[in-house]
């Protein structure tokens, strides 16, 4: 069974930066889309990013655009996040989500779309 951990959430000041990962456990990564989510206290639950599986194909939000990069290495297993300029508004809990889909461009920041969830890494934004 696929089993996601992130990591590397923290406080940070405004205009910093962090690298979140999402480590896969029980299978590679390779035919899997992998999507980065947020969740701010009394808000829904957003897409962030996503990266397909294949090609690596990448989409973000528009609020992270030019700030946040998504990258995978499947060898290892692991999804990353970098978030640079990082703002107040980008506090929330991040969560990484998986769906098995063998695609040279399939990504998705549709939470419906994901059928695997990690357990969530803090990520708080301020001076």
């Known amino acids: 069974q696929l089993q996601l951990v992130e990591s590397g959430g923290g406080l940070v000041q405004p205009g910093g930066s962090l690298r979140l990962s999402c480590l896969a456990s029980g299978f590679t990564l390779n035919n899997y889309a992998i999507g980065w989510f947020r969740q701010a206290p009394g808000k829904e639950r957003e897409g962030v990013s996503c990266?397909?599986?294949?090609?690596?194909?990448?989409n973000y939000a528009d609020s992270v655009k030019d700030r946040f990069t998504i990258s995978r290495d499947n060898a290892k297993t692991t999804v990353w996040l970098q978030m640079n300029s990082l703002k107040a508004e980008d506090t929330a809990v991040y969560y990484c989500?998986?769906?098995?889909?063998?695609?040279?461009?399939?990504?998705?920041?549709?939470?419906?779309?994901?059928?695997?969830w990690g357990q969530g890494t803090q990520v708080t934004v301020s001076s």
């Open positions: 989500a998986a769906v098995w889909r063998p695609s040279w461009n399939f990504c998705s920041l549709l939470r419906s779309n994901y059928n695997t």
């Open positions: 990266i397909s599986s294949l090609r690596s194909g990448t």
